[in-house]
């Protein structure tokens, strides 16, 4: 993907922290070096041996140069536009992953006492994860020398290049190679592709140009979200999915449907403190009746995921390789819909910073604007009392307002199958009362007077007789 810009750019992965308190900027930008220094992976770059291998290679402190940024912004009066501005400018530069660096910091200053940290890295080198963690050893550091005391981190026992040596052994293993052949059943003979309705033709190759649309689920909604799961033993993802699984199915009529779901791939506890792109991607193939009940199809795609989870420790794009790499170059690989859910409980709290503070710039995009990784990208996270949710998507293939229908609908279709879980899913309905009148009354009110005398190939022969040169039937082109 770094060998096109647009692609590169759609790896790009900003964030800002607001920062409350007077900071004394050397201490500030030492910590951030201070951080570099500890993990290797914020120092490693991506180049090719004479042999034609892409290695990483982890470049010396000595050796590695890192620009941080200083903007005074107190004097100004549109504080939000100038942030606003400058997250954009940075964020179309691509990184240059054979020199480096693959990070990117600043402070900016909006008053006295209040200052905003933003960052910017490369997917190659982080996760969302690794994002967050980042932040805190920041602080963490500037706060041990702003008290003239050694930082209270732990050790790292391992650095990135020991988890990836590690991860290309394990590929080779019995273990794995059983999670292999799982995967090769599972996404056997033709699979399926998303498309929704659409005025838009989709690009021959594939683009990443895209659109950000935020929404939210109601408190109550949310609250039937996890009662229901609750009741029905699963997960707030589980019930999520499911959803979104019927959604497709009554937009597209499909019964075979394929929806990706990253997970954070930190399965040991040395990678809890570490930095670095641990993410693997599943795919979650999903058979839909029609005649079935959000209850049972709950059970069938509960089942499914969970069998699935138990595999994912084969590398998602070592799979698309065994399935023939990238076919379709107009698509991404195996699925075209990503769910995301960012949960409350797993986030860990920043000593000196409220946790809404910190703003992940959600798909690369600052207020609104993104470049979209996929074709629809829908990144929920769980909220005081209740839930937001990001629809990201690619502004070739899709126009906002069939997005924001999908929304609209998704809402309507949730609290339905909450309210109504024993009813077929074939059934259940995603329309407001106002969507009914205008598309079932409105639109089909065609009623014309026509002379009692007259059938219908008498209109016929009327209309041919005024207008001989008009066409009787348009279909498509």
Same mark, same amino acid.
């Given at each position: ?9 759609? *790896? ?11 900071? /004394? ?37 000595? #050796?590695?140069?890192?620009?941080? &940024? ?22 179309? /530069? ?10 990117? %910091?600043? $402070? ?9 940290? *933003?960052?910017?890295? /490369? ?14 050893? @920041?602080?963490? *550091? ?32 019995? =273990? ?10 599972? $996404?056997?003979? +033709? ?12 690009? =021959?190759?594939?683009?990443? !140009? ?25 997960? $707030? ?5 499911? =959803? ?8 597209? %009529? ?16 040395? $990678?809890? !403190? ?23 199809? *709950?059970? #069938? ?20 390789? &065994?399935?023939?790499?990238?076919? &379709? ?13 960012? !949960? ?21 995009? @600052? ?41 609209? /609908? ?24 106002? +969507? ?7 639109? !089909? ?33």
């Amino acid at each position: 993907m770094s060998q096109s810009e647009e692609g590169s750019l759609s *790896y790009n992965l900003p964030v800002l922290v607001e920062l409350k308190g007077d900071y /004394h900027l050397a201490n500030f930008k030492k910590a951030i070096v201070a951080v570099i220094e500890r993990h290797e992976i914020l120092r490693t770059v991506f180049k090719e041996t004479s042999g034609g291998e892409v290695r990483q290679w982890v470049l010396p402190m000595e #050796k590695f140069q890192l620009e941080i &940024d200083y903007k005074d912004f107190r004097e100004k009066n549109n504080l939000e536009t100038l942030v606003y501005d400058y997250v954009r400018e940075d964020n179309h /530069h691509s990184f240059d992953l054979e020199n480096g660096p693959l990070l990117r %910091a600043a $402070l900016l200053q909006a008053a006295d006492d209040h200052y905003v940290f *933003y960052y910017n890295m /490369h997917h190659i080198v982080s996760d969302a994860w690794s994002l967050e963690f980042l932040g805190e050893e @920041v602080i963490a *550091y500037y706060q041990a020398y702003q008290a003239n005391h050694a930082p209270d981190l732990p050790p790292l026992r391992i650095q990135y290049k020991d988890y990836a040596a590690w991860r290309l052994a394990q590929l080779e293993s019995p =273990a794995v190679q059983k999670h292999r052949a799982y995967w090769l059943d599972r $996404l056997s003979g +033709e699979l399926p592709v998303i498309d929704l309705p659409s005025t838009k033709t989709r690009p =021959a190759i594939r683009t990443h !140009n895209g659109q950000s649309l935020q929404a939210y689920l109601s408190p109550e909604t949310t609250q039937a979200l996890q009662t229901f799961t609750l009741a029905q033993r699963g997960s $707030l993802y589980l019930t999520l999915l499911a =959803a979104w699984n019927v959604l497709l199915y009554r937009y597209t %009529a499909q019964e075979d449907l394929i929806i990706g779901s990253p997970i954070a791939g930190r399965d040991q506890a040395e $990678l809890e !403190n570490q930095i670095g792109c641990y993410i693997n991607s599943l795919t979650l193939r999903n058979s839909i009746n029609p005649q079935d009940s959000f209850l049972t199809f *709950y059970e #069938k795609i509960k089942s499914s995921t969970l069998e699935a989870f138990a595999h994912q420790m084969y590398s998602f794009d070592r799979l698309v390789e &065994d399935l023939g790499g990238i076919r &379709d170059m107009s698509r991404s690989p195996l699925f075209d819909v990503l769910l995301v859910l960012h !949960n409350a409980g797993e986030k860990r709290a920043m000593e000196g910073i409220s946790q809404e503070a910190v703003k992940g710039i959600t798909d690369s995009g @600052v207020a609104g604007i993104s470049f979209s990784r996929i074709d629809l990208e829908i990144s929920f996270e769980e909220l005081l009392n209740h839930f937001s949710f990001n629809i990201t998507y690619n502004t070739d293939v899709y126009e906002r307002e069939m997005v924001e229908g999908l929304i609209h /609908h998704f809402k309507q279709l949730l609290d339905n199958l909450l309210n109504q879980p024993e009813m077929a899913i074939g059934q259940v309905d995603y329309f407001t009362e106002a +969507e009914k009148q205008k598309f079932l009354v409105d639109h !089909n009110a065609t009623t014309v007077p026509v002379p009692q005398d007259q059938t219908v190939v008498d209109l016929f022969r009327a209309q041919v007789a005024n207008h001989p040169t008009r066409p009787a039937l348009v279909y498509r082109e």
